[in-house]
């Protein structure tokens, strides 16, 4: 993919949500009638309200019953994602056009997830699809073979961003599924004190290190990779001079053949940068193509470290249920397809009720890292004050996301949303199904989520003061059958295509992060500046002018 600037003649300026005809209807309509919604009183004058605000996607179905939302909202916000021609967007993403305008890519991590067999509707599509299927195949065959090597018990994945939260979420999700055997962690911080704990407890004979890194640039894991590659090569006896500069080291000159055949076979990358990977001693590498954006990548070669702890046929099946929310976002009309909803609702609280924030309170242990996640996936997308022709947005964009898996958000900020004097819309996350724990554990689990639902929305007004709670609170319930790989998959894709339907109609490029630029810029200088000035680095407030 190579069409390059937002003027090209690939790229798709669909309008704007702010020069919509919807958006003037919305506007009088929330200042009339919107902004007073009451949502007990919806509950409770319309017994079909569940019903007809429930939707049903592949491995998720929503409740949007507690929002505040009347049928007229509704309505508006359908006609506002039809005037802004929201369907060619989404045409544009699954046929591979280069919406990635300031990069000159596509965003076409869609196609990863196509199963074997698929037909593409263009040419160009089967041509890059026959790629990633090879690609893909190449992976997942050395990913059983790390499964059935038992002299590997620890596999360490460095990566930072989307290179260690996908693959590290949906480890964490499908623990169940992990072979046992193989340890997974994963490093990701600067700080040493990540690697260093991590290493702590490992045997150098018996560690796999992937390196995980789109650009094999990321200061983060540059460090990181070659302080493994030196605690690696010191237990066979060599020392490596501890790197001075920044950036890729490439490996010395006299390290002995033998250690390079070492290197070789403890080290892995998945990146888009063979070339570098390369230098720094890796021959085994699992490349992938440049219109895989970082934080959408765990479908790819990223996602080795998923693939070794769970085999083939479950990352096959997480690609499935991810390919099975992607058809519905392709062919499903907007009243009912699902990530559109979502998104319609995020631009509803945002820019009209004014909602800085949004809450993500998975009722599951497995989905614990999931507000992490989710943390890069939407404010690293939409987190942006520029639309693609250059002017800025006025509007406020992408919420505040954050979070804690339940029930443990309940005695921690839980109080805050019952009666705070802000209003934080919830996404609550439930499962039908419970996994290692027993059936009662998992209905007093799901008890809760549903009593804390109820709480935001009807309140509590008897009693002293101090015991009020406002209710008319809002909040969506996301159900997925049981934590197992499709339904992973599915959600993950769900909030992939949420965050871009949100995009769209904000006029942002979502798959672009400048504003991460200009810190790492910085950091590189005055590392610089002060290298190797142990002193000063230690003298924390000289460090800091
Ligand atoms: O945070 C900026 C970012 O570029 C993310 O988008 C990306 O996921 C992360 O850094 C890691 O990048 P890489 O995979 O190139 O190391």
Redesign the pocket.
Known sequence: MTTSTSSGPAFLATPRCDTTQAWRDLQSYFETQGRHFDVRQALQAEPQRFAQMAIEAPHVRADFSRNLLDASTLQLLNALAQQCQLQASIDALFSGLPLNTTEGRAAWHVLLRCPPGFAPEHPAMAQALMNVQASQDAFLSYAEQVRLDESITDVVNI???????GPAVVVQALEAYRTAGKRIHFVSNMDGDDLGLTLRGLDPARTLFLV???????A??MVNAQVARAWLLAAHGYVLPEAQQQGVQPLPDDVPDALRALLSRRFVAM???AQAANAFGITTIFPFADWV???F?LWSS?GLSIAIAIGTQHFRALLTGAHAMDQHFRTTPVARNLPVQLALLDIWYRNFHGFPTRCIAPYSHGLRRLPAYLQ?LEM?SNGKGCDWNGDPITLATAPVIWGEAGTNCQHAFFQLIHQGPQVIPVEFIVLREHGLGTAAQHRALQANAVAQARALTFGKHDGPAYKHCPGNRPSTMLVLDRLDPASVGALIALYEHRTFVAGRLWGINSFD?WG??LG?SLAKEILAAHQPDEAAAQDVMRWLR
């Open positions: 990566g930072i961003g989307g290179s260690d939260l995980a890194s789109k650009s094999f640039g990321t983060e894991t990146t888009s940068n954006g970082g934080r990548s990223i890069q690293e992060q991460v630029e790492k």
